[in-house]
T-cell receptor, first 111, second 114 residues
């Protein structure tokens, strides 16, 4: 059973464009929603995270939008750059912080 | 860099063998979690250790076992290796006790079973 569904599987955008990745979760006990960025040969690195008491969180070019009633959240990357090319994972956790990961989105930003 | 180190970085084993992977957690962290990441997939939770005790386990068979040491470093042991065990194994450390914090991942160990 996949508790966190992530889409799209892959995404290609032009430099300067907006990248949008969506996730949906099922478990209403989840209360922490991080996004991770992973480059080839590296472990995932925390990018930005949100808790359900806010609907949006912005850090630089990265924004999380959160819809608690729909059990959905998304990552927006503004002014996408070739250096943003990586695999992005959404995750969700509750209680003892054991995140459940989505399957990942491979982002390619063309120069 | 996160301060979480894993060894070895790459490993090739034969089906049926046993393997031990190691993880040094970030300074000040007391919790270690292990994940298996198959090619093109998200990390799958194997188990978590908190203060040397198993604190949660994912859907993995008993031939996957672990240890956490007093210095909070950890080992993942896999017995009777199968071809499907080929994956990137990730260790993440965090601090539990005074509000959960995010987990910091190591670079992983790439295990190939032939």
């Amino acid at each position: 059973q996949q508790q966190v569904k992530q889409s799209p599987q892959s995404l290609i955008v032009q430099k300067g464009g907006i990248s949008i990745i969506n996730c949906a979760y099922e478990n209403t006990a989840f209360d922490y929603f991080p996004w991770y960025q992973q480059f080839p040969g590296k472990g995932p690195a925390l990018l930005i995270a949100i808790r359900p008491d806010v609907s949006e969180k912005k850090e630089g070019r990265f924004t999380i939008s959160f819809n608690k009633s729909a059990k959905q959240f998304s990552l927006h990357i503004m002014d996408s750059q070739p250096g943003d090319s990586a695999t992005y994972f959404c995750a969700a956790s509750g209680g003892s912080y054991i995140p459940t990961f989505g399957r990942g989105t491979s982002l390619i930003v063309h120069p | 860099e996160t301060g979480v180190t894993q060894s070895p970085t790459h490993l090739i084993k034969t089906r049926g063998q046993q393997v031990t992977l190691r993880c040094s957690s970030q300074s000040g962290h007391n919790t270690v979690s292990w994940y298996q990441q198959a090619l093109g997939q998200g990390p799958q939770f194997i188990f978590q250790y908190y203060r040397e005790e198993e604190n949660g386990r994912g859907n993995f068979p008993p031939r996957f076992s672990g240890l956490q040491f007093p210095n909070y470093s950890s080992e993942l042991n896999v017995n009777a290796l199968e071809l499907d065990d080929s994956a990137l194994y990730l260790c993440a450390s965090s601090l539990m006790g005074r509000g959960n914090t995010e987990a910091f991942f190591g670079q992983g160990t790439r295990l190939t079973v032939v």
